[in-house]
């Protein structure tokens, strides 16, 4: 089982909609977790962090945590073409010590 | 402030040839990350420094790999000899870790690798 996981998608939504991206992971004592994006080309750059249980609201984002489950997710509203990147999610893990480990990401595609 | 700062940005190499990577963190920044990115396998954690040291090499593909933090501001990998499967996009990236937890990461732009 990997550290972290992801739905490699490629997952396409029409301009305006909700985009939803998932993410696993597998330490139960990790603390921090972040969402990063990365367009063809570049480098992954933060777009939301997240440190407890609930949501998390950023403009257009909002991140989601359930610690019980392992589960952290990525909401986008009011989708737009210029989201369409790869969205990639990280998980900094406390019994590792300290590493980020990385979800494989999730490709999103926003349709004019 | 100057953000994480990796040179080269390509290198184009024949195979058996020695690689350098070279990284400068963020100042003030105590944590230090090498990652490798392809296709196929994603970002891979390859090796992770904190206050110079190397806490945890396992990500390292095998003996043809090497890094060092001889200072908190400049961090190198290196590959002797390269091979074509090497090819890749490294990233170097950096952050602060205290007692509590670890903040974001900064990454780097990148150094794009190509073993002929």
């Known amino acids: 089982q990997k550290e972290v996981e992801q739905n490699s998608g490629p997952l396409s939504v029409p301009e305006g909609a909700i985009a939803s991206l998932n993410c696993t992971y597998s330490d139960r004592g990790s603390q921090s977790f972040f969402w990063y994006r990365q367009y063809s080309g570049k480098s992954p750059e933060l777009i939301m962090s997240i440190y407890s249980n609930g949501d998390k609201e950023d403009g257009r984002f909002t991140a989601q945590l359930n610690k019980a489950s392992q589960y952290v997710s990525l909401l986008i509203r009011d989708s737009q073409p210029s989201d369409s990147a790869t969205y990639l999610c990280a998980v900094n893990m406390r019994n590792t010590g300290n590493q980020f480990y990385f979800g494989t990401g999730t490709s999103l595609t926003v349709i004019p | 402030d100057a953000g994480v700062i990796q040179s080269p940005r390509h290198e184009v190499t024949e195979m058996g040839q020695e690689v350098t990577l070279r990284c400068k963190p963020i100042s003030g920044h105590n944590s230090l990350f090498w990652y490798r990115q392809t296709m196929m396998r994603g970002l891979e954690l390859l090796i992770y420094?904190?206050?110079?040291?190397?806490?945890?090499d396992s990500g390292m593909p095998e003996d043809r790999f090497s890094a060092k933090m001889p200072n908190a501001s400049f961090s190198t990998l290196k590959i002797q000899p390269s091979e074509p499967r090497d090819s890749a996009v490294y990233f170097c990236?950096?952050?602060?870790?205290?007692?509590?937890?670890?903040?974001?990461?900064?990454f780097g732009e990148g150094s794009r690798l190509t073993v002929l």
């Open positions: 420094f904190n206050n110079n040291v190397p806490i945890d």
């Open positions: 990236a950096s952050s602060f870790t205290g007692t509590a937890n670890t903040g974001e990461l900064f």
